[in-house]
């Protein structure tokens, strides 16, 4: 393992590889060894992820039901062109989910795109058809041109004010994107904080959620404020800046919020492998087509649903924390949004593969073959090129059963 050091993300073969190099870089004297029992075998209860993008037609029949497999329910992000704002939208959307996953047992729970002109009796009407509402920063994600500008938040108040009447929790994507041109990418976030803790002090019960957090700021917040929580991706647990920019620069490894500083994934880390209660796996997967993904001029963002709980499993048993990985992937889900989901057993073992190994099938594994490829083609899976250490027990996608 000489030069290992050296090596960014991009470089090296295994996840295996990469979290030793985290571990040598990374003072881990503090981290209780609390699970050092070697298993082969792991049976995750009704998996949750909170932050999923299927996007809709013919992309969202080619990756819904990957992303389904390891997964008992998912929260689903509203930002289609154009955005999820009415109750028949959030209906037929759902209709459009469950068919494109063939109405197996599975929970997508539904979201709406915030907007400053809400009533009351709106918000009411839909509130059981819905879990959350999703707040975007202007020009900050897929198809977000035009929405939340915080450089004018009281705009914002009465929306807020109906949400935490009627016990309605919000989403935020976490950047601040006011004066653009004068703040760095990987300060975005940072300088969020904040807003963010104007908005936790005013609505005290309004449950609000950092999504993809991605800095020590704003992760250490929920210590601060009883009414913030957090979610965590696994792109945010494995990369810092420096994997994306120092040597090989790939697009796969672009997503946003940016990956940050060393210390940003050390806190985060923490955190999440400890088992926090107010911290939740929610993926962020987001897939492209390859065109635009996969191209001189590259879209933010990664397809991580499907092998995002193989990585995990990987992660949590090197940093010796097996026994917490339930919390983070359900457990406190389910608690801090008070549902119930499918009972889902989802098994996994111990078996050496390469994401892009599953070639069995003359067209990519994870995604749909009744999917036309003239139709849509995906661009790759995050951690393509890599050897992870567990896999699903048996052959679980529909398509290969
Ligand atoms: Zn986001
Ligand atoms: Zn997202």
Known sequence: MENLEFKCFTETTSLAEHLEMMKIHWDCADLVQSCTKQISEIVLESPFDTHLHLRDWEMLKAVAPSSATTFA???????????????????????????????ENFTPYMTINFRSDYTREFLKKIKPHIIWIKMYPKWQTTNSEG???????????????????????????WERIDGWYKIDELDKERKFAPIYEKLAQEFPKLKIIMEHVSTKECIELIDKYPNLYA?????HLLLIHN???????????FFK????????????LKYVLSGNPKIMLGTDS??????????????AWAFTAPIALQALIQIFESFWQLDNLHKFASENAKKNYEIDLPQKNVKFIKKDFEVSDKKELPYDYFINPN??????????LFLWWKKLAWDLKGKNLPWTI
């Open 147 to 173: 929405w939340v500008d915080w450089a004018n938040i009281e705009e914002y108040r009465n929306t807020l004010t109906y949400m935490q009447e009627l016990w309605i929790p919000l989403l935020v994507h």
């Open 286 to 299: 987001a897939p492209h087509e390859v065109g635009k993904k996969e191209c001189a001029c590259w879209c």
């Open 231 to 235: 979610t965590v991706t696994l792109h």
């Open 371 to 380: 999917v036309r490829k003239e139709l849509i083609t995906p661009a790759k």
């Open 257 to 268: 919020p940016i990956a940050k500083l060393w210390e940003d994934r050390k806190a985060i």
């Open 73 to 103: 329910g998912w929260i689903i992000m509203p930002n289609l062109a154009p955005a999820i704002e009415t109750l028949e939208q959030v209906i037929s959307y759902k209709w459009r989910i469950m068919e494109a996953i063939d109405w």
């Open 243 to 253: 994997d994306i920019v120092s040597m090989w620069i790939q697009p796969h490894h």
